[in-house]
């Protein structure tokens, strides 16, 4: 059909023959609103260089549904946070195949440095036995690392993620939890913010508790950074919702031990053997998502250590 053609160059700018468009990932500004949720392409669209389109519909549209559901099978429940849930669970699905695409267009394109940012993204807390390949392939499976399976659930995800990942280990103890001291060793350590979390509900697929056709939900640190609320999925912990503001007052302090003295003020009623223990492991929780980064012991202590800078 182009036999006789000629190529032009007085349609592109500066004489250029060849035109070719990159990165149309779009989204949009709200997700969920009342009575409609968003997903799919009508959510999110990321440029297709990982062809992740059919898979994030079809996972968006079952979790929408599924959250429907629960909200149905569950009115003891606030509906606006459990949609919030879904839609912190839409960022975090498509915030992490973004950084991909847009890691893909924007920088040097060598497939080893490719993988190494699916690391930063499946790991960035380096506490899962994988090499960067593995983890561009959990990544690009929609893997991060508990099995977000559609309706078969784990018996048919785990094997075939196992296989492709090459991971030696059951796939649900590939997490590993050492880097973060235990609990009780927590207590002297400074900490920084690394992404601003909250305490809200959080749902998973809850097929192995016998919620066919709807969702667990449960209280979890979560954030609204993309990038980190991709790692959601790797560690869910259940916290006491009681706790919210002890988790807000995280974000003034920057010691465990002005964190402990806070708490007690601000939950007095509460036996002071179990907040303290309750507290600290909201802070390893913290740490194992990388929603903290734990800075050690403070060197030189002036202040009594019941009374840090946030108490
Ligand atoms: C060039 C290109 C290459 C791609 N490559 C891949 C790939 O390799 N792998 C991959 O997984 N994904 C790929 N994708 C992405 C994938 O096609 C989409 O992400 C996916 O189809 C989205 O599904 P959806 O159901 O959300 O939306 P859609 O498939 O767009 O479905 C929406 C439907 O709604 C209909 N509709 C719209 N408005 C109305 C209305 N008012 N009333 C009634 N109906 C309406 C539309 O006609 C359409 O049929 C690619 C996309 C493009 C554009």
Redesign the pocket.
């Known amino acids: 059909m182009i036999e006789n053609a000629t190529l032009r160059d007085d349609i592109l700018p500066k004489g250029a023959r060849v035109g070719a468009c990159q990165d149309w990932s779009s989204w949009a500004k709200e997700t969920i609103g009342d009575g409609w949720a968003a997903?799919?392409?009508?959510a999110m669209?990321v440029d297709?260089i990982l062809?992740?389109?059919?898979?994030?519909?079809l996972q968006t549209?079952h979790r929408a549904a599924y959250t429907w559901l629960t909200q149905r099978a569950r009115p003891d429940l606030p509906a606006a946070s459990l949609w919030r849930a879904y839609s912190d669970y839409l960022r975090g699905e498509y915030g992490a195949f973004l950084t991909l695409a847009r890691y893909f267009y924007g920088n040097n394109k060598a497939a080893p440095s490719w993988w190494w940012t699916a690391q930063q993204l499946v790991n960035a807390s380096g506490r899962l036995r994988l090499e960067d390949r593995q983890a561009f392939t959990m990544a690009t499976a929609g893997f991060f690392p508990v099995p977000r399976a559609l309706g078969a659930g784990a018996e048919v995800v785990v094997p075939l993620i196992q296989g492709i990942t090459g991971a030696a280990d059951g796939l649900e103890a590939i997490y590993r939890d050492t880097g973060v001291p235990a609990p009780e060793d927590l207590s002297h350590e400074t900490y920084s913010l690394v992404a601003p979390f909250r305490l809200d509900l959080r749902t998973e697929p809850g097929l192995e508790r016998g919620l066919s056709g709807r969702l667990e939900v449960y209280h979890d640190l979560v954030t609204e950074t993309p990038q980190m609320s991709h790692r959601l999925a790797a560690t869910p912990a259940r916290i006491d919702p009681a706790l919210a503001p002890v988790v807000a007052a995280m974000r003034e302090c920057s010691d465990v031990a002005g964190l402990l003295a806070r708490a007690r003020a601000l939950l007095p009623a509460r036996d002071p053997a179990a907040l303290r223990g309750a507290v600290l492991g909201i802070v390893r929780i913290a740490a194992m998502k990388g929603f903290i980064r734990l800075e050690g012991p403070r060197e030189s202590v002036s202040l009594p250590l019941e009374a840090g800078a946030c108490a």
């Open positions: 997903a799919g392409d009508a669209f297709p062809s992740t389109g059919v898979t994030l519909a549209g």
